[in-house]
């Protein structure tokens, strides 16, 4: 059974598709990089590392080779935090490669945005016997869900057999373009579109803008998981830039109180 069967209480995301070290110098790019930031996450309070690889140029890759070599690295130094990819397509990637590259390198975990799997609203068997082999292979799929109207395709899909359970979800509070920072009322409009899931999933939330920490703290009072780091906000609990992905999962860790942390 994969680590990551259930999701861990906190989740870092340290770099994302988009942003450089233009952005923040502090942002990991290299597979070395991306390790020392994950190593200092999970000191800090992160039980898994949800991974982007780049390319020699600092460009977001599906690259198999490169995702296989931070896994290995990972389990060389950090060994406790298991690994959950993403097939992120970013307006490059079709929904075969983004299955070819999950199917290389047989991760624990992935996390896979449904309107980017399955573009169209109807039965897609390329899309359906995806999840199906993912589950039978026990590789735990975390759905990427960009708005309630996903939740409820999603609940749909499920109910029809499309899709196999169990469901962990990721509520995406927010967006990058045009920019809009999460908040609270974001969630709340997941939360009642989740309604319809059976037992209910198991989720998590990560938020864009200055008030993250503040949703996430919503969102595990209500029952769900967070996740955390420079991929959705760079801002830092005083209102300047944070020094690195650590510091912000310490603050998140100092939000909660630290008997609600559980890797």
């Not at 703290?217 to 801002?235: H, M, P």
Request: net charge negative.
């Amino acid at each position: 059974m994969s680590r990551l069967a259930t999701l861990p209480a906190i989740m870092v995301a340290p770099n994302g598709a988009r942003r450089t070290k233009a952005d923040h110098p502090a942002l990991p790019v290299t597979i070395a990089e991306t390790v020392e930031a994950a190593r200092a996450a999970f000191e800090a309070g992160a039980g898994v590392l949800h991974a982007h690889v780049r390319d020699g140029d600092g460009r977001h890759t599906l690259d198999a080779g490169l995702y296989r070599e931070l896994v290995a690295e990972m389990a060389q130094q950090v060994p406790d935090m298991p690994v959950q990819i993403t097939t992120e397509a970013v307006g490059i990637f079709s929904p075969e490669e983004q299955r070819e590259a999950v199917r290389a390198v047989m991760p624990e975990g992935v996390s896979v945005a449904l309107r980017e799997m399955w573009p169209t609203d109807g039965r897609d068997r390329d899309a359906e016997r995806f999840y199906r082999w993912a589950a039978d292979e026990t590789i735990a799929v975390q759905h990427i869900l960009y708005a309630p109207a996903d939740v409820d395709r999603l609940a749909r899909y499920l109910a029809l057999g499309w899709i196999a359970g169990p469901v962990q979800t990721l509520y995406v509070l927010g967006r990058y373009a045009p920019p809009e920072a999460g908040t609270g009322a974001h969630l709340r409009e997941f939360l009642h579109a989740a309604r319809p899931f059976s037992g209910g999933p198991d989720w998590a939330a990560c938020a864009f803008g200055a008030g993250e920490t503040a949703c996430l703290v919503q969102a595990v009072k209500a029952g769900g998981k967070a996740r955390i780091g420079f991929e959705n906000n760079l801002i830092g609990a005083t209102g300047a830039l944070a020094a690195d992905n650590a510091q912000r999962v310490r603050e998140l860790v100092t939000a909660l109180g630290t008997e609600t942390i559980v890797r």
